[in-house]
């Protein structure tokens, strides 16, 4: 029973860790596949419901924009 259970554990470990590579290496911008963006060293609007004027600051003058 016990070893039943370690070789459980070990393929659900297994099934759970290998794919993040494969799901992580988004390639390059490119190509159009990656995944994360570095955002610090680019010119970046924060787009969310709420920012009507499109200042990266969420503030009154949204109220007024609208």
């Known amino acids: 029973m016990e070893r ?7 393929l659900l ?3 759970v860790t ?4 494969i ?3 988004g390639g390059s911008e ?4 990656r995944v994360a963006i570095d955002t610090s060293t680019k010119s970046f609007t924060l ?5 009507a004027n499109e200042d990266d600051t969420i503030d ?3 109220v007024t924009y609208i």
């Open 18 to 21: 290998v794919p993040v590579p």
């Open 47 to 51: 787009e969310i419901y709420g920012n």
């Open 13 to 15: 470990f297994s099934l």
């Open 60 to 62: 009154m003058r949204d």
């Open 4 to 10: 039943e259970f370690v070789i459980l554990a070990v």
């Open 23 to 25: 799901i992580t290496d």
């Open 30 to 33: 490119a190509d159009g596949r």
